[in-house]
């Protein structure tokens, strides 16, 4: 394990250098400047990378809290940053080479005592500890913390169905349903899902279409399609040419016109 974190620590140090190496020509504007994807100023990240390397070194001493660079330090100037980087670089370089491979450490979780020779998650894993998922994050005193906060993150896509304005109640509003999602409410009603997963296995109110080989009849099938489901609200409101409408929610007079348009005998009421 010795050689792991010595290699470890070589490579910070290189990367060290050619990262405050990179910022020492920056201008006092560009060290103000919050890039996206960080927190804080250039100025706020060099100072809490510096003074990191302080603590840790700090740290594996027993001791802490001596004057460590933090990000609301007073700016100490690029080149003294350059200088406690590299120096506190080296010292991790050389605590790692002094590693004892073979010192057993004692790691107490949850009532159990877990040894090995390290601190690793080889040695947690040898002990039967064996996570369904690892979140990675900052080291607490040099050793793993077994009951660390963490934060999990996960993505939803919103799938819509596309179709005509005319025949809006027959799509799916994908920006509909994400904005019910993404809202303040903590969970997601049985209204805000779609037609389909409400009614469960019920029957779909349109039927599928067959698409032959030779192809079909676009405006044909649309045209039945129509038809259909004007016959079938006729019928649920007894002819009420009104209340057909609301059900296909369409105005009266939309209503009427595609009644005449198909040539759909009148039934009942207006």
Known sequence: MKAHYAALAR????????????????????????????????????MHIAGGQQTFVL????RQHEGELGRWSDWPGIETLIHIAARTSDELIS???????????????????????????????DHGVLADMC????????????????????????HGHPCHSAYAPLGVNAIEYAATMSGLETEIRPEALPMDIRQGTTAA????????DEGIHFTSVVSSLERD???????????????????LHLSRTTFI???QRLNVAEAGAA
């Open 229 to 247: 489901l004007i016959l079938r609200c006729l019928e649920k409101t007894g002819g009420n040419k009104r209340q057909a409408a609301r059900l």
């Open 59 to 62: 740290r594996t001493k027993g």
């Open 135 to 158: 979140i990675i994050g900052e080291p607490t005193e040099l050793k793993p913390v077994l009951g660390h906060k963490g934060k999990l993150a996960m993505r939803c896509d919103v």
């Open 257 to 259: 016109d595609k009644l």
């Open 11 to 46: 490579y910070n140090a290189w990367a060290n250098r050619a990262l405050f190496e990179a910022c020492r020509s920056l201008t006092e504007a560009q060290l103000a400047t919050q890039v996206p994807g960080i927190s804080g100023s250039v100025r706020d990240l060099l």
């Open 95 to 125: 605590i790692a080479e002094q590693l004892e491979d073979e010192e057993e450490v004692d790691l107490r979780y949850q009532g159990k005592t877990y040894r090995g020779a390290g601190c690793g998650a080889r040695y947690l894993m």
């Open 205 to 212: 109110v349109v039927p599928p279409v067959a698409i032959p």
